[in-house]
């Protein structure tokens, strides 16, 4: 019943061209769109500093290498291991900038 009525106000054009043009919803739809506008900033950026990585490219440097022994393994994964974490620690620390700003 319920999802009945719903249906009939939504198909109710001038019920419709009412409540868009109504303050409440003009503002959540600014809002709304803000927020996305937001969010694909942050990807956008976020995209840009992971193609700048050092890890990144330490991987892909160290992915093309043949290893010749577990020893060696080992040692290419704690590099790899130990840029992540510096660079995990820097990007905390400039997040945490950007948030006393």
Request: aromatic residues 2%.
């Amino acid at each position: 019943m319920l999802s009945r009525m719903l249906g009939l106000l939504i198909n109710n054009l001038h019920l419709v061209e009412k409540l868009a043009e109504s303050r409440p919803i003009r503002r959540a739809a600014q809002i709304t769109a803000y927020a996305i506008t937001k969010a694909q900033i942050v990807g956008q950026d976020t995209s840009k500093r992971v193609l700048q990585s050092e890890t990144l490219r330490q991987v892909r440097q160290e992915a093309g290498k043949v290893p010749s022994d577990l020893g060696e393994i080992n040692n290419r994964l704690r590099r790899v291991r130990n840029t992540f974490v510096d660079e995990v620690k820097e990007g905390w620390k400039e997040g945490s900038g950007r948030i006393k700003k």
